[in-house]
């Protein structure tokens, strides 16, 4: 009985910290302050690309729950260059540089300061306070629960139709790459602790994360990342938005 009021408690705290800017914009979460430990640590089989692991604190912003749709897309941008088309799949075939025009134009219609996500920012949502390899723990057997990936699937899928993370938050593994505002780094020596972007001034390649539904589960841990040119197009490529209280 108290699992069940507990349960019921924190379905009524997620749908009081979800909200729209319009009848067309992403549907957002507001995530709390916290912090966490970013990356995967030193004895663990991962890409060196992950480490160093590092604690991370993070102030409260809002974050999509769902990545992008083509809907959304076509109501700020007026175009739809997915390769997969249908109005509630996560819009692809996007650069970064596309992203960053979605959320300036975004940011013009609503008055609120949309933007890309940083990469700390990211991993944190993706994590939902977790410290494993997957949100849900270390094993990947549940993958197909949460996730779009190449075992199940061969293209997107509708974006909400898998389980939630602890955040209320869905897709954040699969389905498709997602766009962070970060430069690429090799790894996370001398990387920020206060969840800011990393940016340099060369910045040719930004980071991509969360794997996509052409990814095994390997390339779906929560820690995955990549960099790509800014200009850089793929069908496995879509974005989720963030934004600053």
Known sequence: MKKFLLLCLLMLVSSAFAFKDCPECPEMVVLPNGSFMMGSPADNNSQDNEKPQHLVKIKSFSIGKYEVTQEEWF??????????????????NVS??????????????????????????????????????????????ELDNYAWFSAITDATNP???KKPNQFGLHDM??????????????????????????ISNDC?????????WDND?????????????????YNVIGLRVAMTP
């Open 159 to 161: 974006v909400g139709q």
């Open 217 to 233: 589960s390997q390339g779906l841990r929560v820690a995955i990342r990549s960099g790509f040119a800014t200009a850089f197009r």
């Open 75 to 92: 109501a700020i941008m007026e175009n739809n260059p997915s390769s997969n088309k249908g109005h509630t799949l996560p819009v692809e």
């Open 204 to 212: 040719p390649e930004r980071v991509l994360r969360g794997g996509s």
């Open 173 to 198: 593994l699969g389905n498709v790459w997602e766009w962070t505002q970060d430069c690429w780094n090799p790894n996370y020596s001398d990387a920020p602790i206060d969840a800011s972007a990393w």
């Open 96 to 141: 970064w540089d596309d992203a960053t025009s979605f959320v300036q134009k975004l940011t013009e219609k609503t008055g609120k300061k949309y933007r890309l996500p940083t990469e700390a920012e990211w991993e944190y949502a993706a994590r939902s306070r977790s410290t494993s390899t997957y949100p849900w723990g270390d094993s990947d057997a």
